[in-house]
């Protein structure tokens, strides 16, 4: 009918303008192929007359039909694909003509708008138009990446050439051991140099696979020439080592590979962001070591020289990229000393020469977290020679919905007291500490993320939790930092940003999740809700990237949810034979179970008893928009979402719990969500459905205990009704400290990072 009305408006200015010819529904514009600015000036220029000036002042035609109709993104067919499934840049350019044509068909229609509102609504194709110019400059981001990544791919190329060439030259002459050291420390730092600028490449560029076997080929190269360097660099007698081989101790097992850093091998440090001294501060951040605590937490490394460097002056420095991330200091007569990473002053005078390391961040951005050290000896001013080490920071790991629980958190915000009440009778049969905050954040699960870091330790693994502060732009995320401790760290990632209208709330950490172990990844993998072209905060997901042991991180299309969380459609519980399960929201189940409810007779009974949705069975199924939304729901986002994390996680359909789960139409969930439940050692807190009773029993919690009755958990379902009624469950309310591994994360990589 509308685009008949339009029809019908633009004949009738024809009529006034023009020669009178017959205008369909199908009617297009074709315009000529001059540059898109002169078609909008021509545009402009019409008016509502129609008419189009494709040349300086030359009538070229009359344009008697309207302009095809701008429409929704979602609406287009074939579908616009999801930039991250794009497999070349052709691709890509091909979408962005096509793209360019809506801009085109958006940008005519609004120019109509303008001369005839009662035709089209200006609001909704301004609405429109910018979803279109939304998508078009993700396109020019990701080409934009896919040409620094080419650029960073023909760097490394050229960086390898030159390394090659000095190789031979060594191989081929006869330097001196000064000259041949230092023409293999060149060239290993060539070699080193071409693999950062292959690193720089993103995961999901189209280079991908051809920068994961070129990697492999550099580091076989580099591996290469780092053994020349440590043979030359022997007869020295000037070395200088960390704690290569991560028993806590640094002895001359650690001499071979200490300069080349793997995931497999070499040095750890500690993002030092805990507080042994009690003063409220991170202990990094004020360049000291506080006490015998703050101590164990450097990264030891020393230098070992002969008696014939006596009289020397020794420096140590830290490569550029890596000096404003990290602390140094000695160890002397009169304790720890901060020493400047720049070299330029040299060190105390001791009988040996003993170092400690902190981070100040951990990876992140454009630091990958590993930093090179060198230690120079001097004398008269002159460089003797010089040796260098690796380390790395250690990686933050999060912790999965099944990990053993230490302490769990709510706030007691004076309405969820029923709920606060439930949890004080219970958490203590678990063996978890509970922590009741008063007047704390009301959503305890988006405040705060928790994890941990490991540290190779002489006695044993040392674990130091540590804690993510949300970017919510509230007050109440501050209380993260209130844990902040000796041995519990705080740190933030980020800063709050505007995030446009429609596209929930995805910075909030309920949109941050990873599962337990899965096959190829022992530590798990990072998943997060995406909405359109929004996701979770680019400095989280950059984060989370650089981490890489629990990488690469997976993306759930959330954009059909009110709020956009992840953890309200998907969870992960243990089973008793130490697998997993994934249960997962299913509104298909969900209009199964009201058929199911009304078949057996309980059309009449009550659902969603005592929440503001409260009906009948046959109520709910008479609803017939509803239902139809619901199995739209299925088809559309959760089946393409089970089908997508069967390939991710490598799961099995025996692995996957299909939960019956409602969602009215603005994307929130009808009753309270069962899949939105948390894990305490042995125990599954679950929010209560409020469905169909019979004798004083409720059917759809029955439905669940059935459905992960083979976990061994014992099932408690909650009384959230306050929760519900804000758009959040029993997991959004709450949060927990879990214990890490036992076992070291570098015995528990992933298949990608074992392989390079």
């Excluded at 300086?56 to 609406?75: D, I, N, T």
């Excluded at 990264?299 to 009289?311: D, K, L, N, P």
């Excluded at 922590?435 to 009301?442: A, D, E």
Aim: hydrophobic share 35%.
């Amino acid at each position: 009918m509308r685009v008949e009305r339009l029809a019908r408006l633009w004949q009738k200015l024809n009529g006034r303008y023009c020669a009178k010819e017959p205008v369909t529904e199908t009617a297009i514009v074709r315009w000529t192929p001059y540059p898109t600015w002169r078609r909008r000036l021509a545009m402009a220029a019409a008016g509502s007359a129609g008419l189009l000036f494709l040349s300086e002042g030359v009538l070229a035609r009359f344009a008697v039909s309207p302009p095809a109709p701008c429409r929704w993104v979602a609406a287009l067919q074939p579908k616009l694909p999801g930039l991250g499934t794009v497999k070349s840049v052709e691709e890509l350019d091909g979408i962005r003509h096509r793209v360019d044509g809506e801009i085109d068909r958006c940008d005519s229609n609004l120019a109509l708008a303008a001369r005839i509102p009662e035709a089209l609504s200006r609001d909704t194709l301004a609405v429109q138009q910018e979803a279109f110019v939304r998508y078009r400059q993700g396109i020019e981001t990701r080409l934009q990446r896919e040409a620094e990544a080419r650029q960073h791919w023909d760097e490394a190329l050229s960086i390898g050439v030159k390394a090659i060439e000095l190789a031979g030259e060594t191989k081929g002459g006869s330097p001196s051991r000064a000259a041949e050291i230092k023409n293999w420390r060149e060239t290993q730092s060539l070699w080193q140099q071409a693999i950062d600028r292959l690193e720089e490449i993103p995961d999901d560029s189209f280079l991908t696979d051809y920068v994961i076997e070129k990697k492999k080929e550099y580091k076989n190269y580099l591996a290469v020439v780092s053994d020349r360097l440590e043979i030359a660099q022997l007869a020295t007698g000037f070395i200088f080592s960390g704690d290569t081989d991560r028993d806590g101790t640094v002895s001359d097992r650690d001499y071979k590979g200490r300069q080349v850093w793997s995931w497999q091998s070499g040095a750890l440090m500690l993002f030092n962001n805990d507080d042994d001294d009690g003063n409220g501060t991170p202990d990094w951040e004020d360049n000291k070591v506080n006490g015998t605590a703050d101590e164990e937490d450097l990264a030891i490394a020393r230098v070992r020289v002969t008696s014939g460097f006596a009289g020397s002056q020794f420096i140590v420095k830290v490569n550029d990229k890596s000096r404003p991330y990290v602390n140094l200091f000695q160890k002397t007569d009169a304790g720890w000393q901060a020493i400047d990473p720049t070299g330029t002053q040299p060190l105390a005078d001791a009988p040996e020469l003993i170092l400690g390391i902190e981070a100040k961040q951990f990876a992140y951005g454009d630091w990958n977290g590993v930093a090179t050290l060198e230690a120079i000896a001097q004398r008269n001013g002159r460089t003797i020679t010089g040796d260098r080490i690796q380390v790395r920071v250690s990686p933050w790991i999060m912790s999965p919905n099944t990990d053993p629980v230490s302490d769990f958190f709510v706030s007691d915000v004076g309405s969820n007291r029923e709920f606060v009440a439930q949890l004080q009778e219970l958490i203590p049969q678990t063996g978890a500490t509970l922590n009741v905050v008063p007047g704390g954040p009301t959503w305890m699960q988006d405040t705060m993320e928790i994890g941990y870091v490991q540290f190779p330790h002489s006695s044993a693994l040392k674990t130091v939790s540590s804690v993510l502060k949300g970017n919510r732009g509230m007050s109440q995320d501050d209380y993260a930092r209130s844990l902040l401790k000796s041995n519990f760290g705080w740190f933030q990632m980020g800063q709050p940003r505007g995030v446009p209208a429609g596209h929930g709330l995805p910075d909030w950490y309920g949109n941050l999740e990873v599962t337990p172990p899965l096959p190829g990844y022992p530590l798990g993998r990072f998943y997060y809700g995406r909405s359109g072209d929004v996701t979770l905060h680019p400095d989280v997901v950059s984060f989370l990237k650089a981490q890489d042991v629990q990488g690469p991180p997976v993306e759930i299309d959330t954009s059909w949810l009110l709020i956009g969380h992840v953890d309200e459609i998907i969870s992960f519980i243990p089973t008793s034979d130490g697998q997993y399960l994934m249960t997962i929201a299913s509104p298909e189940a969900g209009v199964q179970l009201l058929q199911e409810l009304a078949e057996k007779g309980y059309g009449d009974s009550q659902l969603n008893r005592g929440l503001s949705t409260q009906t009948t069975v046959k109520s709910a199924l008479g609803d017939r928009e509803f239902i139809e939304h619901n199995l739209r729901l299925q088809r559309e986002f959760l089946n393409p979402t089970i089908d997508k994390l069967k390939r991710e996680f490598k799961l099995t359909d025996s692995q996957i719990i299909r939960v019956p789960s409602l969602y009215a139409t603005n994307g929130s969930a009808w009753w309270p969500s069962m899949v939105n439940s948390v894990v305490v050692n042995g125990h599954l807190f679950v929010s209560d459905p409020k469905g169909v009773l019979l004798n004083e029993v409720d059917l759809t919690q029955e439905v669940f205990r059935n459905l992960v009755s083979t976990s061994g958990l014992k099932v408690h379902f909650m009384n959230d009704r306050y929760y519900h009624e804000l758009k959040g469950n029993t997991h959004c309310a709450t949060n927990s400290a879990r214990q890490g591994i036992s076992q070291p994360f570098w015995e528990r990589l992933s298949d990608r990072l074992r392989k390079e």
